[in-house]
Structure formats: structure tokens, C-alpha cells
């Protein structure tokens, strides 16, 4: 069951994983970390929008659509989701530990820049 923090709900690196697994997936994760932790070590498929580019973002993404966001301890994208929901995005979800906690949990990662999915947005 996620955790709520600061009225946000929370996962852990396994609820994420278990998320990221399944086929049927319609969740958006997104990686806003700065570019160079992005191609130092990230979760694979998932796109980088820098937490800086998040603010234009949030005018083209769906607000219908579920969303997790990643960074590098879960503060900054802790503080981007909290963003998204003052902006009425009522499905954002922060990773909690984040990549820290993804990779002492042993998980896959990738390194490099990728082409991460397509980002649905509004039209």
C-alpha cells in the first residue's frame, strides 16, 4: 500500500517495480533529475524532464492521466508532485528513496541518455 507524505502518495522501489512490470500499465513515470544524473544511472524506458522543465509541462501533460515522478532521494520529485496536484493533477504519485533506494535495492538500471515512451499529453 503506498504511503501519504505531505498529502502525496508515496511508493517504494518494489511497489515502482512492480508497477513498471506490468503490461497493462497506463501510469506515466518520469524520471526530473538534471540530464547528467539521468545518463550517470536511471531506471530503464522511463523519459527525463528536468524538475526545471516541469513547469512548462504541466500545460500540455493530461491531468486525467496517473503520474509518478523519480529523482534522486524522492525530495525533488516529492516537491514536483506536489506541484502537479496544487495544478489539479489528482493522480501523482512520488518515488519514495528514490534512485538511491532504487539501486541499494539491487534493481536494473540503465545508463546514458534514451529514448524514453511517448508522454501522453492534453490537447
Known amino acids: ?3 501519504l507524505i505531505e ?3 508515496h511508493l517504494n522501489a518494489l511497489q515502482l517495480r512492480e508497477l ?3 503490461p497493462d500499465r497506463t501510469t506515466v513515470v518520469i524520471d526530473v533529475r538534471e540530464p547528467e544524473e539521468y ?3 536511471h531506471i530503464p524506458g ?3 524532464i528536468p524538475m526545471g522543465d516541469m513547469i512548462d509541462k504541466v500545460e500540455t501533460l493530461d491531468p486525467a492521466q496517473e503520474y509518478v515522478f523519480v529523482c534522486r532521494s524522492g525530495r525533488r520529485s516529492l516537491e514536483v508532485a506536489k506541484y ?3 495544478n489539479g493533477f489528482d493522480r501523482v504519485h512520488n518515488f519514495l528513496g528514490g534512485m538511491l533506494d532504487w539501486q541499494s535495492e539491487g534493481l536494473e538500471i540503465a545508463v546514458g ?5 511517448l508522454i501522453s499529453e492534453s490537447n
Not at 541518455?113 to 515512451?117: D, Q, T, V
Open 84 to 86: 502537479f496536484q496544487s
Open 39 to 41: 545518463e550517470a544511472a
Open 1 to 3: 500500500m503506498a504511503q
Open 7 to 9: 498529502g502525496i502518495s
Open 46 to 48: 522511463i523519459p527525463l
Open 113 to 117: 541518455l534514451e529514448e524514453g515512451p
Open 20 to 22: 513498471l512490470a506490468r
